[in-house]
């Protein structure tokens, strides 16, 4: 996703909870979190949203599931999730998968919870975004390829920063 279909989709997604709940009731968790809070090389595929649990916005979410054709939210957490559960330091919060359609041509889901299963900032624009560190915790939990590659990519960024600054310091050492 660019930064724009980014913008755009966060903006849309906006747009249908303020019509319809508090402003304050979601969350952006994900690669789009790390994207825009983390400055982390990411490339975010879709948009993932904690949402806390109300009837309304179930309803909602779940016709708009049912109209993009995705019945994943019937799913309920599996041997899989409570593995990975046990990883995490802040445990899951959602009952059931999460709500899958697109806004804009983008993958939104939607995961509903009881409260956020992240720390997270809320921006001067109002919008609040997990953690980064949160994020990574239950990304690593999963253990899935492309997430495993990630958590490399970023070992490897930080060596290259403690051997860079290390290695400055050990010679103004030696000159002083």
């Known amino acids: 996703m ?33 994207k825009v809070l983390g400055g982390i090389e990411v490339t975010p595929h879709d948009l993932d949203v904690e949402v806390l649990e109300s009837s309304e916005m179930e309803s909602i979410f779940r016709n708009m599931a049912i109209a993009y054709g995705s019945n994943y939210y019937e799913r309920k957490p599996d041997n899989y999730d409570a593995k990975a559960e046990k990883r995490m330091k802040r445990p899951i919060t959602w009952k059931h998968k999460p709500y899958i359609f697109e806004i804009k041509g983008v993958r939104v889901n939607v995961w509903m919870v009881t409260e956020f299963s992240n720390r997270s900032v809320q921006l001067t624009n109002g919008l609040r975004y997990a953690l980064p560190a949160d994020v990574l915790d239950r990304k690593l939990a999963y253990r899935r390829p492309k997430d495993i590659r990630l958590g490399l990519m970023l070992i490897q960024d930080i060596s290259t920063m403690m051997n860079r600054c290390c290695g400055e310091c050990d010679e103004k050492e030696k000159e002083g």
Do not use: K, P, Q
């Not at 997604?13 to 952006?28: G, P, Y």
């Open 2 to 34: 660019t930064n724009i279909e980014i913008t755009n989709v966060i903006n849309e997604f906006r747009r249908l909870m303020e019509a319809n709940t508090a402003d304050d009731s979601w969350c952006i968790v994900g690669s789009v979190a790390l």
